[in-house]
């Protein structure tokens, strides 16, 4: 079985700079995906970033990025030049590539408030 | 323009009760899951479904039920409702991608489910 541990509960970050999100997991497949998702006080989940484990490259999207180590099992997002609207609960997830319905395992969130 | 949409997005109950919870996804997406988030917002994998097919049961009680009547439409009935019920319960749903790999699950707003 797959699990997600993401070790901060909460952080903060003043507006402007630069913050990481750490996450860990433990999987034995080879081939799999792994997320952020952002939860905002509106409560919609929202996808922050993916990232394919047979890709070496690490993902970004305009100002977030990852540390994606296969070997360590890390997966750690990093939010630059941080804005109030980041300010919310981040949850990593696991998925397993490969066939239909495959379920996402989550972490148990961080919460992340940015201060200005 | 609504990609998925649940009805209704609060719900305040009396122990007992039978209730159910829709999810409509307009992106023509083959797979639909529900997830619950409890209070502590810790999220889990409840069901998922491809193509009106169940893929996952999570271990969930039988008072829960899912129905998909179509592609495009899954929902959640619970019978005999409990205090323990209560928690945000999330649609969600993905693409086929290449090769018939899944890909990204998008999120519905989630219901609110309060029992009292």
């Known amino acids: 079985a797959q699990t997600v541990t993401q070790s901060q509960p909460e952080m903060s970050v003043q507006e402007a700079e630069t913050v990481t999100l750490s996450c860990t997991y433990d999987?034995?497949?080879?081939?799999?995906?792994l997320f952020w998702y952002k939860q905002p006080p509106s409560r919609q989940m929202i996808l922050v970033i993916r990232?394919?484990?047979?890709?070496?490259q690490n993902a970004t999207e305009n100002r977030f990025s990852v540390n994606f180590q296969k070997a360590a099992k890390s997966f750690s997002l990093k939010i630059s030049d941080s804005q109030l609207g980041d300010t919310a609960m981040y949850f990593c997830?696991?998925?397993?590539?490969?066939?239909?319905?495959?379920?996402?395992?989550f972490g148990a969130g961080t919460i992340l408030r940015v201060k200005s | 323009d609504t990609a998925v949409s649940q009805t209704p997005k609060y719900l305040v109950t009396q122990m007992g009760n039978d209730k159910s919870i829709k999810c409509e996804q307009n992106?023509?997406?083959?797979?639909m899951y529900w997830y619950k988030q409890d209070s502590k917002k810790f999220l889990k994998i409840m069901f998922s479904?491809?193509?009106?097919?169940?893929?996952i049961n999570e271990t969930v009680p039988n008072r829960f039920s899912p129905k998909s009547p179509d592609k495009a439409h899954l929902n959640l009935h619970i019978n005999s409702l409990e205090l323990g019920d209560s928690a945000v319960y999330f649609c969600?749903?993905?693409?086929?991608?290449?090769?018939?790999?899944?890909?990204?699950?998008?999120f519905g707003p989630g219901t609110r489910l309060l029992v009292l």
């Open positions: 992106l023509g997406h083959d797979t």
């Open positions: 997830a696991f998925m397993k590539h490969g066939g239909y319905g495959n379920k996402l395992v």
């Open positions: 969600a749903s993905s693409p086929r991608g290449l090769a018939g790999r899944q890909e990204t699950q998008y």
């Open positions: 999987t034995s497949e080879n081939n799999y995906y």
């Open positions: 479904y491809n193509n009106k097919e169940l893929i």
């Open positions: 990232q394919e484990a047979y890709k070496q």
